[in-house]
């Protein structure tokens, strides 16, 4: 009869303690599987849905990158531009405006860009570059109407991640080295024109 009583408790303990080891393999699992978001085309993954409205820092430098500034040195940047011939910064002064065809301040400063390009059109050794989200179609569209003289780099995504831009227009100026030496939020406004010139022919001295 003992011996019934205590095999009794020893499959009981067995049966328990087996119960809580499940259970403990499901919670983890439950922990570690991303959740997924039903959709009547397809399912996506929590993590694959992008953040519209970043909450934290951490979210906002996910998804917009970091924010570079004056000091900052960035890689040396290929990409093709909207003749399909490459773009390369190497040992080149670049000046990089990130704008957007449906951007009312980009198109504002557009005509002080122009006369700044027009100004060191002679010089090989600097670039001004308009790096943008939009496609080819849409700049072809764009500059029939507003003619924009820099060389332009369409969906620059990769580009746009790398300086962490979040304001449309933003300018900056980068030496030969990859510093940037010029930040500049906002339109460039025609007061500020001779400004932007000679910090451009400082970095070129």
């Not at 393999?25 to 959740?35: E, M």
């Not at 990859?178 to 001779?194: D, M, S, T």
Request: charged share 25%; hydrophobic share 35%; with cysteine.
């Amino acid at each position: 009869m003992n011996i019934l009583k205590t095999t009794i408790i020893l499959l009981l303990m067995i049966l328990f303690f087996s119960c809580k080891t499940q259970q403990k393999a499901i919670n983890k699992n439950n922990n570690n599987t991303p959740l997924i978001i039903e959709n009547k085309k397809e399912e996506t993954s929590v993590t694959d849905i992008p953040k519209d409205n970043p909450n934290t820092f951490e979210e906002e430098e996910e998804f917009y990158g970091k924010m570079l500034h004056e000091g900052d040195k960035i890689p040396v940047i290929s990409f093709y531009d909207i003749n399909d011939e490459e773009f390369n910064s190497k040992n080149k002064i670049v000046i990089y405006s990130f704008w957007f065809v449906d951007c009312a301040s980009c198109k504002k400063e557009i005509p002080v860009l122009n006369d700044i390009q027009k100004y060191f059109s002679n010089k090989k050794n600097i670039e001004f570059v308009g790096v943008t989200f939009n496609n080819d179609s849409e700049i072809n569209s764009f500059i029939k109407t507003t003619p924009f003289h820099f060389r332009m780099l369409p969906d620059a995504y990769s580009i746009i991640h790398r300086f962490g831009i979040r304001a449309y227009p933003s300018t900056f100026i980068v030496d030969s080295k990859g510093i940037i030496q010029v930040q500049h939020l906002g339109p460039i406004l025609e007061e500020q024109k001779k400004d932007i010139i000679q910090k451009i022919k400082s970095i070129d001295n």
